[in-house]
């Protein structure tokens, strides 16, 4: 059944490796993906450890729905301590990987040691085997994946890789797989650099036996009309994410020239029709329907003919309004190049954004810069830097560092100008205007992130009954609730809700483009109980699902709290509180958050999850999740 | 009319949600090496096309079976295998131009599309319409309206350029 697949450990100091099966009482806390990760993580990680050292612990792992016909099952997850923000080290990607790596027969890689010389995991059909990776130390992402695929002879093996920015211990490098499928985020790549591990390819022939075949065929039919049948669904499904660029700039939502402003002027020029001119179609990950993966072709310049795939929303904001940057190539050009090097295209763009600004402003000068005058505007200038941060290479040696570490290399009050939640960079929304998505930001357990909960719906300004409905299951909610985005009332408990969304899906290694996330209609806990049934046969009511996801964010605040995380953590920079926005639609226009009333937002945000008043799980709140005796060390 | 399986690769977005349910349904398990249809892949220029058994007329698998194992439904338009009669030699397996017959290694058998009895799940799950059921004769037909359409709009556009020079 597809319970059945295994959690290695793999140690590459000694290249020992030894595996086990997971007890189904585990299973039934924790369910796998990035629940079980995080359960792993608290018993296997010993806690101040160097993110970048041999002690720290990678974690690869398929959600427990990964290959099944739950409809977009292609999640993996990707675990450590974070070598960008020293918390909780979290990876999310879509792909084939997760999927393949179930069919060789395995759902949790656990990973310790370093290895002496660069090696990488060949894992086929329940077999693990560590080998050489000298002749691929050096290659791009899609490099790596093209050599390994040759000299294993087999064009279907799967492959998670790290680029030359992983080797090169760039604190946000990603995790790889195929030609842009990111585990961004968090620096998982300088983890598996710090291993000397390059890559972990995957090829798998085993079965992974559905439960009820008839029922779960009928089922999934139905989950992705339910999906489909959306327009949102239907309209990413043509322009990809950047299909809410335009909607969002004019409404004041796009952080312009690192936080100057919150509207882009030259939004045309990137808008996602213009982007369509150079698409040559869509791309789906594993038995997804929506396909928002858009692939294009570079039309002009140095690259020209190159294929690559995206951009997303992400990177249209942090490779055109946050660097102030409007031309439509050198976007393309800059997510072709990140893809290439394994590089966190957001926390790139942001922090290149970030020394714009110190330059104009004077803190950075033309000798910090090598001479390359570092403006807003100035295409090339970003492409460079994009080029020395992957390259370690003067300025970029500094930014590579993450923005805290760079913030106080540089000095002169550069921290002021830094957008960031726990060292981790923000996306280029504005979120002044809304205090429920300002909130999830500020408390995600990975830092500043829009995956971690994001109450996106907000913006739609559902009638009440509606958003009763949606924030009344599985547990009953009978506080406040509010249609607008700019309220503080009732905000908490839709972050909360939104963050053990997200959790269980990462837990299912289902892609949140089929939760609520965008769509009020979409999938939810009752869906997902049935998918676990007919595909697993594993019983487990919506609410049991919703106590997993708690039980698994809570695994997680545990770990930050063990890594020195306060509540202080849990908040946005200044400039949130003090420099109002300018331009949008009269209700953003103008706005900052309220520090009074963000900091009442933080207490009920904890009351809620059954936490004190300094973001620390009251004794009984671990008892009642069945965690107060971790780590327990079962796996 | 029989039908037969159309397949147009440049709707393909790669999902393999075909070869799942095409497991899922013949085996009751999901392992994409016992689907009797596979999305041949170049991952890095984006292109994927599903290749499954064309059920030919002249079936070279049909020719080449000693014991006179496989036969055509000339009904459902298909080609079948009878398994009671079928030795496993796997001659069908290295005769056939697409690599559509394939050998099951777990159950150890030729397996190949068998059109799910006449509602193939890979098209119902297809969403974006890679693979279609269509009657044969209709395979020209809709091949014929896309390319006229194509040709039919580049010569708008080139009357439209005379028209301004």
């Given amino acids: 059944m597809a319970l059945d697949r295994k959690i290695a450990y793999i140690n590459l100091t000694t290249g020992e490796i ?131 695929r040759e000299e294993l002879d087999d064009r ?38 710090s291993k000397n591990l390059k890559a972990i390819a995957v090829r798998g022939t085993m079965d992974l036996k559905i439960e009820r075949p008839a029922e779960a065929l009928e089922y999934n039919k139905r989950v992705i009309t339910q999906v489909i049948s959306a327009k949102v669904s239907q309209t990413q499904g043509r322009l990809g994410t950047p299909f809410i660029w335009g909607a969002t700039n004019s409404w004041g939502g796009i952080r312009t020239r690192n936080f100057q402003a919150n509207q882009f002027e030259y939004c045309d020029d990137i808008e996602p029709e213009s982007i369509d001119e150079h698409a040559i179609g869509m791309a789906g990950c594993f038995g997804c329907q929506v396909h928002c993966r858009a692939k294009y072709i570079i039309p002009d310049g140095p690259y020209k003919g190159v294929y690559d795939e995206g951009p997303e929303y992400t990177a249209q904001g942090a490779l055109t309004a946050e660097p102030g940057c409007k031309n439509l190539v050198n976007l393309l050009v800059g997510n072709h190049l990140l893809n290439m090097y394994g590089l966190d295209i957001l926390e790139t763009g942001s922090l290149i954004a970030w020394a714009m600004e110190l330059y104009e402003k004077g803190i950075l000068s033309d000798k910090d810069t090598d001479g390359l005058e570092l403006r807003f505007g100035n295409d090339e200038a970003l492409i460079e830097m994009i080029h020395r941060i992957a390259r370690r290479e003067g300025l970029g040696d500094i930014l590579a560092e993450g923005g805290l570490r760079a913030a106080e290399k540089i000095g002169k009050g550069s921290i002021k100008y830094l957008i960031h939640v726990k060292g981790m960079s923000n996306l280029h929304s504005d979120e002044r205007p809304t205090p429920a998505l300002a909130l999830g930001i500020a408390t995600g357990s990975r830092g500043s992130d829009h995956l971690r909960s994001r109450p996106a719906i907000d913006l739609y300004g559902l009638p009440e009954p509606v958003l009763r409905r949606i924030y009344s299951q599985p547990v009953a909610y009978d506080g406040p609730i509010s249609s607008h985005w700019r309220d503080y009332e009732g905000k908490p408990w839709e972050v909360r809700w939104q963050e053990l969304c997200y959790e269980a ?131 | ?118 509602d193939p799940l890979c098209v119902k799950f297809c969403e974006v319409g890679a693979i279609q059921y269509v009657d044969a004769s209709m395979v020209s037909t809709v091949k014929q309206v896309a390319a006229a359409e194509k040709f039919t709009s580049i010569m708008q556009k080139v009357a439209a350029a005379i028209s301004t020079v």
């Fill in chain 1, 505 to 635: 899906v990462d837990c299912l290694g289902i892609c949140k483009y089929h939760t609520i996330f965008l769509g009020p209609n979409f999938p939810n806990f009752e869906e997902w109980s049935r998918l676990l049934y007919y595909n697993t046969g594993l019983e487990m009511s919506p609410l049991d699902i919703w106590n997993v996801a708690d039980r698994a964010y809570t695994m997680e605040r545990l770990f930050n709290i063990r890594e020195g995380l306060t509540r202080k953590d849990d908040w946005l920079v200044d400039r949130y509180f003090d420099e109002p926005t300018t331009r949008g639609v009269p209700a953003a226009c103008g706005v900052t958050i309220d520090r009074e009333k963000f900091a009442k937002m933080i207490d009920e945000y904890y009351e809620h999850h059954g936490w004190d008043e300094n973001g620390v799980p009251h004794p009984e709140t671990l008892k009642k999740l069945d965690i107060d005796k971790e780590p327990s060390h079962m796996l």
């Fill in chain 2, 1 to 118: 009319m029989a039908k037969v399986l159309m397949i147009d690769y440049e709707k393909c977005t790669g999902c393999r949600l075909c070869e799942l349910v095409c497991s899922v349904k013949h085996e009751g398990v999901s392992n994409p090496a016992r689907s009797r249809i596979k999305i041949v892949k170049w991952e890095m220029e984006g292109r994927y096309v599903p290749m499954s058994c064309q059920q030919c007329e002249s079936a070279p698998c049909m020719a080449v079976c000693p014991v006179k194992a496989i036969s055509r439904d000339e009904e459902m338009g298909r080609v079948d295998i009878d398994y009671d009669v079928c030795i496993g030699c796997r001659m069908c397996v290295a005769i056939c131009p697409f690599g559509a017959m394939s050998f099951d290694t777990l159950a150890q058998k030729v397996i190949k599309c068998d059109f799910c009895d006449g």
């Fill in chain 1, 18 to 148: 030894e595996t086990k099966p997971i007890p189904i009482s585990i299973r039934k806390k924790f369910l796998g993906g990035r629940g079980l990760d995080m359960y792993l993580m608290y018993n296997h990680i010993k806690p101040g450890i160097d993110p970048l050292g041999p002690d720290n612990v990678a974690f690869v792992s398929a959600g427990v729905l990964v290959g099944t016909l739950a409809s977009a099952t292609a999640r993996t997850h990707i675990a450590g301590k974070s070598p960008l923000t020293g918390f909780v080290g979290s990876a999310n990607m879509g792909g084939f990987f997760a999927p393949e790596m179930r069919w060789a027969g395995f759902d949790h890689l656990v990973i310790k040691g370093k290895a002496e010389k660069p090696v990488y995991l060949w894992i086929r059909n329940g077999e693990i085997e560590i080998r050489d990776a000298e002749n691929i130390w050096g290659k791009t992402v899609t490099e790596t994946q093209e050599i390994i």
């Fill in chain 1, 156 to 193: 279907d093996i799967k492959i998670l890789t790290i680029g030359p920015a992983g080797e090169k211990l760039v604190r946000f490098a990603n995790v790889m797989t195929e030609i842009k499928n990111a585990g961004g985020r968090s620096g998982m790549g300088a983890l598996l650099g």
